[in-house]
């Protein structure tokens, strides 16, 4: 199984963009959704955590501009990007977990430049 993320993109201060991600087959038993980023030079941070529960987590630098959200399909996760800034610039890269297993997405390049 794997994870595809996708939604990355160029865009203007200000703009906004909408990350996706899904599984390529079943997944069971997954208790924890995230979101992560990385940017040049940086560690990997969270960005936005989502539990079986529909509990949302945010890192402080994102909280009221992003939303990270479950799809219908149960293997899905979204995030929703507003109001992004130059130092949302990153590749952001989507997380599952599930019976003791961790799933990783590729990654997908997220740019805000004027």
């Known amino acids: 199984v794997q994870l595809q993320a996708s939604g990355g993109g160029l865009v203007q201060p200000g703009g906004s963009l909408s990350l996706s991600c899904a599984a390529s087959g079943s997944i069971f038993g997954i208790s924890t959704m995230n979101w992560y980023r990385q940017a040049p030079g940086k560690q990997r941070e969270l960005v936005a955590g989502i539990s079986s529960g529909g509990i949302t987590n945010y890192a402080d630098s994102v909280k009221g501009r992003f939303t990270i959200s479950r799809g219908n399909a149960k293997n899905t996760v979204y995030l929703q990007m507003n109001s992004l800034k130059f130092e949302d610039t990153a590749v952001y890269y989507c997380?599952?977990?599930?019976?003791?297993?961790?799933?990783w997405g590729q990654g997908t390049q997220v740019t805000v430049s004027s």
């Open positions: 997380y599952m977990r599930a019976m003791l297993l961790d799933y």
